[in-house]
């Protein structure tokens, strides 16, 4: 599996470079956080405000296992401003898939 927390304005290419690779399912999670970033300061009404937790997508998208590095290189390519707070990517092992409807276990249930 395939997690990457990425800047909600670049969703719409990410999604678009997973479509071109094949990837057939993705779950999209609004998440709140913050890393080197830090957060910044707002104003409203002459008042500061410090805004410690930003606004992020976590994607995440279970694939075959020689599918796993393309989907890397797309993700970076597609959600890749070179600022701080571009995100980050982890590749977690899956055990075991079983897709509900049909029972179909493995690969099968991933595709």
Same mark, same amino acid.
């Given at each position: 599996?395939?997690? =990457? !927390? !990425?800047?909600?304005?670049?969703?719409?290419?990410?999604?678009? =470079?997973?479509?071109?690779?094949?990837?057939?399912?993705?779950?999209?999670?609004?998440?709140?956080?913050?890393?080197?970033?830090?957060?910044?300061?707002?104003?409203?009404?002459?008042?500061?405000?410090?805004?410690?937790?930003?606004?992020?997508?976590?994607?995440?998208?279970?694939?075959?296992?020689?599918?796993?590095?393309?989907?890397?290189?797309?993700?970076?390519?597609?959600?890749?401003?070179?600022?701080?707070?571009?995100?980050?990517?982890?590749?977690?092992?899956?055990?075991?898939?079983?897709?509900?409807?049909?029972?179909?276990?493995?690969?099968?249930?991933?595709?």
């Amino acid at each position: 599996m395939i997690t =990457a !927390i !990425i800047r909600p304005h670049k969703l719409h290419e990410v999604k678009a =470079a997973l479509v071109e690779l094949g990837v057939t399912g993705l779950t999209v999670t609004d998440a709140r956080g913050y890393g080197r970033q830090r957060g910044h300061i707002e104003r409203y009404r002459g008042a500061e405000y410090t805004v410690d937790l930003i606004s992020k997508l976590k994607l995440e998208v279970v694939v075959r296992d020689e599918q796993v590095e393309p989907v890397i290189q797309a993700i970076l390519k597609a959600a890749r401003t070179g600022e701080i707070g571009d995100g980050k990517i982890f590749v977690t092992e899956v055990i075991e898939a079983v897709r509900v409807r049909t029972g179909d276990r493995g690969n099968d249930a991933i595709t």
